[in-house]
Nanobody, 115 residues
Framework: QVQLVESGGGSVQAGGSLRLSCAAS????????MGWYRQAPGKQRELVAV???????NYADAVKGRFTISRGDAKNMVYLRMNSLKPEDTAVYYC?????????WGQGTQVTVSS
C-alpha cells in the first residue's frame, strides 16, 4: 500500500506561481512513476505532468514551459512548480503514484487562479 498526501495548493492571481508537494509513505520502494493530474468542475480528470523513476518527464501541452515536475532525493516526494498561472489552471490537483500492480491517488489540493 502507498499513501499520498498533497500540500501547497491555494489561491493566486493570474501570472503568479505555486509549488505543490506530494509525500508518499508506505511501500515507497514499489513506486515506479509519479505524477500530477487535475480535475476542473464539470470536466474529466486530466494529466498534468508525470515523471518516471529514471527521471523522464512528460507534460500536457497546456502546461509545457510553465510547469515543472521533479522528485526529491529520497524518491518519496514529488513536486510541481507552477509558474505563469492562468485562470484555466483552476482545478483540484491530484498526486498519483504507480506501481507494477496498481495506481494510487492522493486526496487532492485545490488551486484557484483569479483573473
Amino acid at each position: 500500500q502507498v499513501q499520498l498526501v498533497e500540500s501547497g495548493g491555494g489561491s493566486v492571481q493570474a501570472g503568479g506561481s505555486l509549488r505543490l508537494s506530494c509525500a508518499a509513505s508506505g511501500s515507497i520502494f514499489s513506486i515506479n512513476g509519479m505524477g500530477w493530474y487535475r480535475q476542473a468542475p464539470g470536466k474529466q480528470r486530466e494529466l498534468v505532468a508525470v515523471i518516471s523513476s529514471g527521471g523522464s518527464t512528460n507534460y500536457a501541452d497546456a502546461v509545457k514551459g510553465r510547469f515543472t515536475i521533479s522528485r526529491g532525493d529520497a524518491k518519496n516526494m514529488v513536486y510541481l512548480r507552477m509558474n505563469s498561472l492562468k485562470p484555466e489552471d483552476t482545478a483540484v490537483y491530484y498526486c498519483q503514484a504507480s506501481t507494477t500492480f496498481r495506481v494510487y491517488w492522493g486526496q487532492g489540493t485545490q488551486v484557484t487562479v483569479s483573473s
